[in-house]
């Protein structure tokens, strides 16, 4: 009798394990920069970037140095998002590793799956116990701008404080056209 279901089922849990592994990994290291209007003309204080990929949950709150405003429900969705775009190529890598070496491919998967969980899940524990990332339900301050007025403007590794004015995305008010 052979092994081939056990070893497919094994393999397809473990692809999907590496999934979501990078997907958590992509989301929380490599972010989008997102900008709002305020950040073209900070009237009553300093303007501040959110980061997050494909949409913002990430954002300096400017009450301390390290605290930052955090949308767990976002970034899980965020997750969900970058897994649906990354599953695709680990189940073709999957698939054509499976007929040649199928215990190792599920052990390759497997391993690498728990150690992008594992090393994911530290970094945001660790941020959000020692760092300070704030669970809040929005990252926006109302009234200088709110969540549907953030535009993406560029990718970076990890946040910083500052936003980046666009002049692409909001245009001067009463300027030249």
Known sequence: MTDEPLVNTRLRRTALLFTMGAAATSATTLMLEWSSP?????????????????????????????????????????????????????RFAAARLAPHWPKVAAAIFGLGGVVLCLL???????????????PVVSIANPPWDAYSEFRP?????????????????????????
């Open 38 to 90: 305020y950040c073209n003309k900070p009237e009553d204080g300093p303007a501040y970037a959110a980061f997050g990929a494909p949409f913002p949950f990430l954002r300096f709150g400017g009450a301390s140095s390290e605290e930052y405003d955090f949308m767990p429900h976002i970034y899980a969705l965020d997750i969900a998002l970058l897994a649906a775009v990354i599953w695709p190529a680990v």
């Open 153 to 177: 403007i560029g990718f970076t590794i990890g946040p910083h404080y500052d936003c980046t004015p666009s002049a692409y995305w909001f245009k001067p008010k009463g300027g030249a056209k």
């Open 120 to 134: 994911t899940g530290l970094v945001v524990t660790v941020e959000m116990s020692s760092r300070g990332w704030r």
